[in-house]
């Protein structure tokens, strides 16, 4: 876990010494400011997690800073400490936006103490706001199953996992990337700090560059008040962008400051912030192809794919189906109060031969239809629905002519739609008279 850093705001370098020399032994890395002005621009630029002023500075005191410190970013603790404290003055400062009023001489075993609660609580309220950010989706193992491809994505993920550098993690829709992301968040060094997570495909370009470096007052027309950005939400976490490979190019080059400098600057700012953030980014795009057609910088994707974690497609690991539909059943029987709920043999090979163009997504929608509409212990291969096209009992060949083609097709729509000629021929696109001929057809021939 990266370490705790203090802005520590005094004129006088005894002070100062003392302080740091103690704080720095527990642990906490010190910055230093002499003044109002010093202390506004070390703010700006360090991003501390905790502001120690002392009340008298040469050219102001702590309530002249306060309200400005707030303004660059009111989630973070301030402390004052003074010589000459009374009730009216600490009663002052906190509406001025103190977390603390302390006075001298100080213990510094007191101060640390006190430090540390105050990050502890801010990295509480951090959480709190990252899980608002996003939408709260139900998570599972990413690694469920006992296929080759699986073991080894577990396998290359657990070598990975404790690094800092950032992570691309390539792999259909669907097939489970933003659960792998957390995965590597939770297990990580940096598990006790925010996981933020933000879908790059979602959101236009001005949306983007406001959602994830924040803006100042007055950036822009309706920016009525200074907004934090994800970056500073995710500030000592993980910063998750999902699909990538959709982000605007001109927010890229600004992305790749965060990650070459660790420094970014709000909308509307004229100076730089300091943020510690790991990032893991997800794609199902070929970024190699987008970075040779200019459609996204090299120099950005050389930069995120420092490590590389593949996700494999569903159908390239069927023997993992059942165990992946046991337990999404498991986890919807006991939401809905119905116990546990389980597949017939014929329903576990229909959902193996599918070829699951969805990925796990595909096959957890089609499982929780079933559930819902079935309303039984045990589900048929009647009670599932698939989404593709294709239905699950046997891959088209492609050795077959094009007649058995046709067939074969024909036949899967009129199971999908319960032996209903009409309804069949209108899902085909012809005539009822033109496949009734068709089945008198196979019929003569034995078909």
């Not at 569903?314 to 546990?340: I, K, N, T």
């Not at 389980?342 to 595909?362: F, K, Q, S, V």
């Not at 021929?425 to 008198?440: E, F, P």
Request: with cysteine; charged share 30%; hydrophobic share 40%.
């Amino acid at each position: 876990m990266t370490r705790t850093r203090i802005l520590l705001v005094d004129d006088e370098p005894g002070v100062r010494l003392g302080m740091k020399g103690y704080l720095t032994q527990h642990g906490f890395d010190v910055d230093e400011a002499t003044s109002v002005a010093e202390a506004q621009e070390g703010f700006r630029t360090h991003r501390p997690d905790v502001a120690v002023i002392d009340y008298r500075l040469p050219d102001g005191t702590a309530l002249e800073l306060l309200p400005r410190l707030k303004e660059l970013d009111a989630a973070v603790p301030l402390v004052v400490l003074t010589g000459h404290g009374s009730i009216e003055l600490a009663v002052q400062a906190v509406k001025e936006g103190a977390e603390q009023f302390l006075t001298k001489p100080l213990e510094l075993a007191v101060l640390k103490v006190v430090l540390e609660r105050l990050v502890a609580q801010r990295r509480e309220r951090q959480r709190l706001l990252a899980d608002r950010s996003r939408a709260v989706r139900t998570q599972v193992d990413p690694f469920l199953g006992n296929s080759p491809a699986i073991r080894a994505l577990r396998d290359q993920a657990e070598r990975v996992r404790d690094s800092d550098s950032p992570v691309l993690v390539t792999g259909e829709t669907g097939s489970g990337k933003s659960v792998l992301a957390r995965w590597l968040h939770e297990g990580g060094p940096r598990k006790e700090a925010p996981f933020v997570d933000l879908n790059c495909a979602a959101l236009s370009k001005d949306l983007l560059d406001s959602e994830l470096f924040g803006h100042e007052k007055g950036a822009f027309t309706s920016a009525v008040a200074a907004k934090q950005g994800l970056l500073e939400v995710a500030d000592r976490g993980t910063l998750f962008l999902d699909e990538i490979g959709d982000m605007d190019v001109a927010v890229q080059p600004k992305l790749l400051k965060v990650l070459e400098e660790q420094r970014f600057r709000r909308l509307g700012d004229v100076k730089d912030r300091r943020v510690d953030v790991r990032l893991v980014a997800a794609t199902h795009q070929d970024l190699q192809g987008a970075a040779r057609e200019k459609r996204f910088r090299s120099d950005l994707y050389f930069r995120i794919s420092t490590l590389l974690l593949h996700v494999p497609p569903l159908r390239e690991r069927a023997e993992d189906v059942p165990v992946l539909a046991s337990h999404f059943l498991a986890e919807m029987g006991a939401h809905r109060g119905r116990g546990q709920v389980e597949l017939e043999p014929d329903a576990e090979r229909a959902l193996m031969a599918y070829r699951w163009p969805g990925n796990i997504r595909e096959l957890r929608n089609v499982l929780e239809r079933a559930v819902l509409l079935s309303g039984t212990s045990r589900l048929s291969r009647g009670a599932l629905r698939f989404e593709s096209l294709l239905p699950a009992e046997e891959p088209l060949g492609e050795d077959l002519t094009l007649e058995e083609l046709e067939h074969r097709h024909i036949e899967r729509v009129l199971a999908r739609e319960g032996g209903h000629v009409e309804r069949a021929a209108t899902k085909l696109g012809i005539s009822r008279s033109s496949l009734y001929a068709k089945i008198k057809g196979w019929q003569h021939k034995g078909g």
